[in-house]
Structure formats: C-alpha cells, structure tokens
C-alpha cells in the first residue's frame, strides 16, 4: 500500500520561504506522478503543481508560478515542492497526492493516493 507522507508546512511572514516535502513509501516513485494540492479555509482543493515518472513532465499552477517549483528525488522517494515569496492567499493546508495517470493528477481531485496534509500558514 502506497502511503504519502507531508512534512515542512508552517507559519512564515509575507515573502518568506518554506520547502514541503512528500514522502512516499510502499512503492517506487518513478512509478507515480506526484501532485500538490492546497485547500484554504471555506475554499475546495485546488491543483497546485505536478510532476511526471521522470520529472521530464512537470506543471505548474498560474497563481503559483514563478514562486513554486516542484522536484523529485528518486533515491530519497521524495517528491518536494519550495515555495518563494510567500502571500497571505498562499495559506493552506497542503496535499501530495500520487497516481499512475497522468490524467488524474493535473485534471482531477481522484488521485489514488493522498496524505494527511500539512499546514502552511502565511502572515502579514
């Protein structure tokens, strides 16, 4: 059974930095892409970034581009996503999710596998 792990969330001021990482165990990570989702207080979950078996694929949410990159380390199984100049709308509870579709990961919200989530509060 594959299970994600999250780690790195936190409270930051306006124009700092976090690094979230997604650990992911019970399988191999070339097997899966692996996406990251936010979710705001009354808000629903929206994509934020992705990236492919490879990490020849990767894509990137408008409202986080340029200031969120996402990258992989295969002997580490860990798919990681540093965050740059941080906003208050930036604040969110963060998901890696996994799934062998492609597909599913940039279109929809039924990856097979998801974490807990980890918060990522960013104060003014």
């Known amino acids: 059974q594959v299970q994600l792990v999250e780690s790195g969330g936190g409270l930051v001021l306006t124009g700092g930095s976090l690094r979230l990482s997604c650990a992911v165990s019970?399988?191999?990570?070339?097997?899966?892409?692996v996406g990251w989702f936010r979710q705001a207080p009354g808000k629903e979950r929206e994509f934020v970034a992705a990236i492919g078996w490879s990490a020849s694929y990767v894509d990137i949410a408008d409202s986080v581009k340029g200031r969120f990159t996402i990258f992989r380390d295969d002997p580490e199984n860990t798919v990681l996503l540093q965050m740059v100049n941080l906003k208050p709308e930036d604040t969110a509870v963060y998901y890696c999710?996994?799934?062998?579709?492609?597909?599913?990961?940039?279109?929809?919200?039924?990856?097979?596998?998801w974490g807990q989530g980890t918060q990522v509060t960013v104060s003014s």
């Open positions: 999710a996994a799934d062998e579709d492609l597909g599913v990961i940039t279109t929809t919200l039924r990856a097979a596998y």
């Open positions: 019970g399988g191999r990570l070339d097997h899966y892409v």
